[in-house]
């Protein structure tokens, strides 16, 4: 419903696209930070950490990235679609959708394990993100600019933060505390309008098949072998519905970002994030119905 309203405000003119563009900036480099910081410091970390889960995003997203590298490469012809295709397929936007789907699944445990799995997949995504779009731009991938960006990330170091002071059981002050709640709870509900804001529905035809084909990855494959690898791994639980939300998030609209800033084909981009944030909203309803039916992802 905050992305049906987001996107009745931008047809209303309530909302714009220099409100949009300043608002995420606000959103990504401190709202998000604080509600992240806030959830893990205050957490009980030897409870909420399952190497397993970790292992299982991280696996199934390497997965996930090698077929459709190997898919893209054989079938789809443009050098610069292929890129901003690969990444579209498994590229979750985990950092808003998924955490609001966790908190309405699971509230203040859900947020604090999505945080957790936010924090180790992040840095993945950026690495195989920036490395595939560097290959099929001919652009030199550059290590150091890569790790400048991991080091430099808002949302990496605020979980690091959150990690040290949840460790260490280090004393914050209340006025400190409250200050970052207050930015905490600006983000999921900013967000989600910022979303329906950025929706574009005029050219989602013209590249529909290569759009379906990330849409297939994404909200169909992706998902899909996170939970079989998860089952096998024996997650289960919050955990296992901490995976299954978090891949099932749409293609994060960071991606368009990265794809404009490298000259590939920021259209298809727009289009692959506006098709997967459509799409993704019922086949999670449905997906979770089944998850719940069939296996044991209930809160305790």
Sequence with gaps: MLIAFGYGFYKQSLLDDSFVEKASRLIFNYALPALLFVNISASDLQALTEPKTI???????????????ILVSLYVPARQDKGVIIQGAFRSNMGIIGLA???????QEGLAYASIYLGALTILYNVLSVAVLNVFEGSQISIRRISKGIATNPIILSIIAGLVVSVFKLPIPDFALNTLGYFAQLTLPLALLCTGASLR?????????????????????????LVLLAIAFEVSGVSLGVVFLMAMAPTAAASYVMVRKIGGNHQLAAQIIAITTIASLPITILGYYAMLKFTSIAAA
């Design 55 to 69: 292992a299982v995003g991280i696996s199934g997203t390497l997965i996930v990235f090698i077929a459709f590298l």
């Design 101 to 107: 789907y966790c908190a309405n699944a699971y509230g």
């Design 201 to 225: 529905f005029s050219s989602l035809g013209s590249e529909y098949k290569l759009v379906l084909l990330a849409l297939i990855g994404k909200c169909l494959v992706y998902p899909a072998v």
